[in-house]
């Protein structure tokens, strides 16, 4: 039986890097003594995959993982046992059977965002909304530096290519919510860094405060239906 | 320290978890309802301390204490150093992220002699006073205790306490002594005074030394009439009843050895004459059974680990090996939980064993015959024969093993040419073992790798008498393998020379090079066992510079009639047993594996009372 979880990433926990996350998961499973299973061969790992690599230090209030199981499990009961081995600031928000025959990693097509900026002079609040909203319609090319053996190479990337959507979540006080949806394509996708220099250069009169992943969308969603 | 600030410190460093805390079975308390905040510090950077047994046994120990809190740190690595002094920010503990020198006790743990400098600069970054002396009732107290406090002199001017031995048993009562001044009114020194009393506790302060005017120790003169004449080393007599955590801390980052780690004894019946743990650590106590498998239980239940591994000096030599394999396979090979053992018990193991061992996961296969030749292995009383090695190699070929991996040593007490050529000689018997067999049976890769150490000789050895090799020697020996061994099957490493004669100095060192150890940190010497930070061309300069030729104490062969700077230290093995074992390798005769025959170390008549064996004939 496979399964999918939806779980957060947050406070002290997000300085786990996406391998070490994974490593938290397997143990975890282990302890929740859940009947897991693993892969043939030499070095048999637990079946479990994160669906998408989050940066090291970034939170995130959607994290998918997808776990497979030798026998048919209650999805409640596989929460319950689960969220109490898990350390504090990854919470399981929610848990889907998967059927799919494809992998759930191979499903996702966009990253979300959240960054929370605060505006400089409140006066000017409908200029750097405006600007925020307007951000998509004009190139803005980036430099990517790669090593390939001993030499530097730089590839020009365009960012509006890869974004497919700016919304402006909420307004409270000062403090802006932009909502950014990166696309997750086969070339790659956006960085993090890249998005902040973005928003940095096209956007006038706000210090970005806070950076977090706020989901993941996918191309097939049948699965992610609610249980009860 | 708040949120905001560390993660300012965080966010600028490659592996921000190192600083985190909060992983699985770490201990958070309450500041305000505990009387004693314990730092254990470990002075390497958080993978290599994490995979430390005995911190992980005294940190539960002393957080099943209501009183106590105890609390990790480890040495920030060269990043987080820089950032912590970018932002004036002290050093601090990983549970609570408070700074050093807000704790009552600092305790460091002495692995090894290049992790002194990162206990002075851990001081240094935590604006502490690093010498005793500076230190006022007001700074925390620093305790050290460890294998390296065997000779604690190099560390006396910037150690309060120095726990010689095990102290699972003397540091909870040194600690209600503490609890007991602090209630009283603290005095630095009535406490000090006080548990220099009980066995093992070592307060270098209270002595001085004098010396010769050839440089050598003429004397020790006690400056406090309370301080005992020796410090006799303290062990635990029954490790079936002393403490053992039910649960150790998981961390979240790959650490050295992720894995639950199961302790079957302490001590070693061996006797090789350069090993320091195989004397100190005497006599020889082992963990019945059942006590190993209920531990193993509970600490794989508490931990979600996927690997066992047995851990002693010599674990091979369990007298309960194959029983405790074989259950601990019929517990846990259902789940997967893989279980690694020594080698060299493979050909008195039956071939179905092996198999099942195998079929969870395939480890190479490793042994250490430390030296080349039947000859230079009687020297250093290594009874390890080629024979019993090829024994073994026949049958693992057999089963499929394809990876041997060969430890060595160059740079042994009376080591010849061809001893050295007998190292190579050894890892080629070993490559045509593997093809002088029917083709159809020659299956997988063969990978033999060879790595050669320098011999470092250790206080509490039968070689601590013996000059180390220079550097020109070592570099010769390890050069020559490097030429010799030209084989596609066979790699081969070497340690860094440099590396091993400092850790000579200070491993036979006496007070004089506290100084030295204070002006290398000064000068940025730290984290010396890693070659990206070690700089030998500066620890000359600081030699030179406090007018210190280390010769004196590395190169120089010492009469059995020189006061050592550690003579003060009783480790229960005698010191005519010791010079009776030097002159036995002088004439390449072996002394027995003590389970035997007793040899008459001396151990049981200075800490047991009794014999080592309970039902010896």
Redesign the interface.
Known sequence: MRIVIKYTKKG??R???H??TL??L??????AKLPIK?SEG???HAKISIAYPLS??LESEGEYAEIEFTQKMRLTDVQERLQK?L??GMEIIGIYTYQLSASLASLVSHQIYGFKVQIENTLDTVNVVQQILEITQQAYTIKREKKKRNKRVYKEINVIDFVEDVSVHSVQGDMLSINIKVKATDIGSLKVEELKTWIREKVDGIEIRKISRVDLNFIDKSWLIEYN | MDNYKLDQL??KVEK??RY?????NSVDKSKEKVDIRFAFAFPDVYEVGMSHLGMHILYQLLNERPDTWCERVFAPWPDMEQQLIEHKTPLFALESTDPLCEFDIIGFTLQYEMSYTNILNMLKLSNIPMESHDRSDNHPLVFAGGPCSFNPEPLHAFVDVFFIGESEEQLPKVLDIYNQHQHNGWNKQAFLEEICQLQGIYIPSFYDVVYKEDGTIKERVKKNNKAPDTIKKVIVKDLDISYYPDKII?P???TVHDRVVLELFRGCTRGCRFCQAGMIYRPIREKKPETLIKQVDQLL??????EISLSSLSTGDYSQLMPLAEALLDAYEK??ISLSLPSLRLDSMSSEMIDRIHS???SGLTFAPEAGTQKMRDVINKNLTENQIMDTLKVAYKLGWSTVKLYFMVGLPGEEIEDIYGIKDMAYHIKDAFFDRPKEEIKGNLKVSVSAACFVPKPFTPFQWDGQNTLEQFRDKTALLKREIKDKKISYTYHDPKLSILEGIFALGDRRLAAVLKNAVSKGCRFDGWSDYFDYALWMKVFEEENIDYTYYNHRNKSFDEVLPWDFIDSGVSKDYLIKEKQKSLNEEITDDCRLNCTGCGINHQLLGGPCFENRN
């Open positions: 002290k926990i300085y786990i890097s391998l070490d490593r938290v397997q143990r975890a499973v282990r302890r693993f030499f070095n048999p090291l230090g081995c350390p504090q | 965080l966010l921000p978890a985190i805390g909060g992983e699985l998981v979240f980052i790959e239940q508490s931990t979600g680990h996927e789940e997967k969870v996961r395939k």
